[in-house]
């Protein structure tokens, strides 16, 4: 997107302001930190992800402070493996904690906003879990307040800061050897995260867990150890397999393409084999078009049905194709009956998650540098938005047009 029409999109987005948030905003904490002084983090959402990224935090030298969950056991967990943090059970007292740097959000996706807006009006920096909204109306709210409150705001795409990723966007995409794109294939089957199933020790909910602040902005039903375990599987907690999948993807694809606004969306799949309650599809495909001189397609298909795994893209063009997923890359020419380069991703010694330590890193040498991250905010509302656009369309059983200019919904 022009640099022009990025700052007209910045002047008119809006958000609705809580009275809450305001009342953060002006009181707000900043902190001059010294050259090699540790960043103070407060964890907001302290579950397998967030205690995961909390650990990776902790290997650059970060001090976690604070650990916040609506689950009191989370809470003591993830204290055993920050020693002298403190617990809460209310994110806004976290936000009250004096020092505060950062703040790592890695909640349920339906309280990603309310958090990471009052985060950031108080005056901290931001590691947000993807995807950023759990809505397509929630992101603009996010980038005003990150703009706002000058504040540096690293959506977790962990692909934006993976070396071999970056390395293909410049040797095939930023060269043109690939030729004109016309498609790009993603995929993602049988992620078990979608499947889990909640342990004996939550059907009956815990007298440390308080269900109605797991709700919050929802409306509320009675205590459901699925819903609140395996809340992925339940779209009014997040998107499913969309969001939560495919925003990863459509973001290598924006990154790789340099566009990130679609044109249209068309969706179609449903609960084909879990009968399970759940609401989100188990089996979807998604197709997006995105407009302009030289047109493309990005598709997703996703299914969570036994025997088939595996997930990663293919980028198709005129002079050849880049097979990539998080191990590595492939560059087929055309006519090639073999992969001309193959190209491992880089491992970091002393971790299991390489590309997320990678982007944790970017994150906080833009603290220091005050440059935005490679995951910025607004990089990850347009991610989102477009695997939005790919829900609303199999929710609403139509076509989605949507204006590339004003970033809205063309009406039928």
Known sequence: MPDENRRDFLRTVSRAASSSALAMSAASYSRVMGANEAVQLGVIGAGDRGTHDMGLFQKTGVRVN???????????????????????????????????????????????????????????????????????DEGPAIVKAARENNRVCQVGMQQRSAKHYLQAKEKYFDTGRLGGITLARTWWYGNSWHLRKAPPSLLTKPQDLDWAAFLGPVKWRDYDPQQYFNWRAYLDFGGGQVTDLFT????????????????????????????????????????????????FTATFEATLVPGIKGEAIEMCGSQGRLWIDRSHYEYWPVGAKEPAEVVKAEVIEGTNDSLTMDHVTNFLECMRSRRRPNGDVLIGHRSAQASHLGNLSYEQRRRIDFDTQREEILPL
């Open 66 to 136: 604070a650990v916040c969950d609506v689950f009191g056991e989370k809470i003591a967990a993830a204290q055993q493996k920050a020693p002298g943090a403190q617990g809460f059970a209310d994110y806004r007292k976290l936000l009250d904690l004096k020092p505060l740097d950062a703040v790592l959000i890695a909640t349920p996706d339906h309280w990603h906003t309310a958090i990471a807006i009052a985060a950031l009006d108080s005056g901290r920096d931001v590691y947000v879990e993807k995807p950023l909204t759990r809505t397509i």
């Open 248 to 295: 990863h993807w459509i973001d290598v694809v924006h990154m790789f393409m340099g566009r990130d606004v679609p044109s249209a969306a068309t969706a179609i799949g449903g609960v084909y084999h879990y009968n399970d309650g759940r609401t989100a599809p188990d089996t979807i495909n998604v197709l997006l078009e995105y407009a302009g001189p030289q047109k």
